[in-house]
């Protein structure tokens, strides 16, 4: 009997009350038994050389950082104050805890999820690209559509326009949080478990039905990105050339460099921003709406996607979206129930 209760509370645990480290856990052994499978070593990126990862890897943690700074700010701002009760001065000691392990998580799955982007061709080495080639064909209206989108704001605004793309996906990243850290933990909690998944689940998608790009087939219209795809597509033939060798002797540098298109996690992750941001009826929306349209824009105008990564990507997005739903009205009916 003692040995179930043990195992009920093991699984309550990580489970309901801390989903994040069960998502962390099991994309750790995921990511030992693709290493062990192919050989493929885990490798950190080197901050004395991390050619253009300094902007794909640490950019995102940096802002996670900034981010965990402004919980503590919050969390000393209250102690000081002495707003509460010495159960609000728990809860807020609870929330300061908890804003730590989201950025100790949160680190270490996107540090997971680089790893095995990276590995992908060495698990495995097919490529779909043909397939969704012909979907775009067969979808060239659309594409057109986003083409044409693209050059009429290229052509009213400035030089910038090519770091946009990633900019603003990390600019709905940090206000995201930023803004339900002020506003509303409860919606913080639904939104970081939602990104959560979605970058843990992220790179086992990539490895389903993978695809390099429609760069391939013809350049984009971001001269930045082309440069980016083509460096990208090369290290993949590096990686397949010489294996684990080449990861082991290059990959702290090119960590973010693993090339996988199918399906768009940009495209996936902006759109739960998107819906919380509804959900919640934050003044965000309009803004997002905007980003997020362009967003889908530069996804195929830039030759990252093909049309079809972003429906599949979204509906990834809807599937975290329902999972940290579950998860938050789960821990919802359990402090009820104390």
């Not at 995921?30 to 990126?45: C, D, K, R």
Request: net charge neutral.
């Amino acid at each position: 009997m003692s040995e179930y209760l043990f195992y009920q509370n093991c699984k309550s645990f990580f489970t309901f009350r801390y989903p994040e480290i069960a998502a962390t856990l099991i994309l750790l052994a995921f990511a030992l038994f693709f290493s062990w499978q192919t050989g493929a070593p885990f490798v950190v990126p080197d901050p004395e050389n991390t050619g253009f990862i300094g902007l794909r890897y640490s950019f995102p943690l940096g802002l996670g950082a900034i981010w965990l700074g402004i919980s503590f700010l919050v969390y000393k701002r209250r102690q000081r104050q002495g707003k509460g009760t010495s159960d609000v001065a728990d809860s807020n000691k609870r929330y300061a805890i908890q804003a730590l392990l989201y950025f100790v998580t949160f680190s270490t799955v996107m540090w997971l999820h680089f790893n095995i982007k990276l590995w992908g061709p060495l698990i495995n080495p097919r490529r779909f690209d043909e397939l969704y080639q012909c979907i775009d064909v067969a979808l060239a209206p659309l594409l057109d559509i986003a083409h044409e989108a693209r050059d009429w704001v290229g052509s009213h605004s400035g030089d910038h326009i090519d770091s946009w793309y990633l900019l603003t996906f990390a600019f709905m990243f940090f206000i995201s949080f930023a803004w339900h850290l002020f506003r509303n933990r409860e919606a913080l909690r639904n939104v970081f478990l939602a990104i959560l998944f979605i970058e843990a689940l992220g790179p086992l998608c990539y490895l389903i039905a993978p695809a390099a790009g429609p760069f391939l087939y013809g350049n984009g219209q971001n001269l930045l990105a082309l440069l980016n795809e083509q460096a990208m597509w090369e290290i993949r033939g590096l990686i397949l050339q010489q294996g684990p060798a080449w990861i082991s002797a290059y990959g702290d540098r090119y960590l973010s460099a693993g090339l996988a298109a199918m399906p768009s996690l940009h495209a996936g992750a902006s759109y739960v921003f998107v819906h919380y941001a509804v959900k919640y009826r934050t003044p965000l929306v309009p803004a997002y709406i905007v980003m997020y349209g362009w967003i889908l824009i530069e996804a195929v105008a830039s030759k990252w996607h093909y049309l079809i990564d972003l429906p599949v990507g979204i509906a990834l997005a809807l599937f975290c979206i329902w999972l940290s739903n579950r998860f938050c009205q789960a821990e919802r009916n359990a402090h009820s129930a104390v």
